[in-house]
């Protein structure tokens, strides 16, 4: 798929890391860094407009590295870019950590993954169709 693509950062396009990932990385464009401490969250400009084709949308997600070593995630994950939208791509960025985090100009902070989704025409009605498990919610299926 080709998606049209204006790069106002000092970076490279986003790229895949391996043949086969999903996600494509997204890089820090900042003037100077951004320091997060801990619980503080900021969004982070990627120097990016995007045009997505309709019927797709861009998944901004975490990336693990970042989570597990320092307790850095994307706070609104999944975050989306419909199809309409042309602004600057923006990761809003949240220190789940107890200690401060320096992001700098050029890191790698996210992921974008790019995935087709349905339109929905809702019906109504009064009756759902019956299932095994039927409204059980969170947890009903024990803890293990």
């Known amino acids: ?16 890391a391996s043949a086969l990932a999903a996600g494509c990385d997204l890089r820090a464009n900042l003037d100077q860094p951004v320091t997060l401490g801990p619980l503080e969250r900021a969004m982070i400009p990627t120097g990016l407009f995007l045009e997505i084709p309709a019927g797709y949308e861009g998944q901004v997600r975490p990336r693990s590295g970042l989570a597990a070593k320092h307790g850095i995630t994307v706070l609104n994950a999944p975050g989306t870019i419909d199809a309409d939208y042309r602004g600057e791509v923006k990761v809003v960025l949240v220190n789940l950590s107890n200690n401060a985090f320096t992001i700098n100009d050029g890191e790698r902070i996210a992921q974008l993954v790019v995935s087709s989704h349905a ?26």
Do not use: C
């Open 1 to 16: 798929m080709n998606i049209k693509i204006r790069n106002l950062s000092r970076h490279p396009l986003p790229e895949y």
């Open 119 to 144: 339109g929905v025409v809702w019906e109504e009605t009064t009756e759902l169709a019956a299932t095994e498990r039927g409204s059980g919610g969170f947890g009903h299926t024990g803890l293990h």
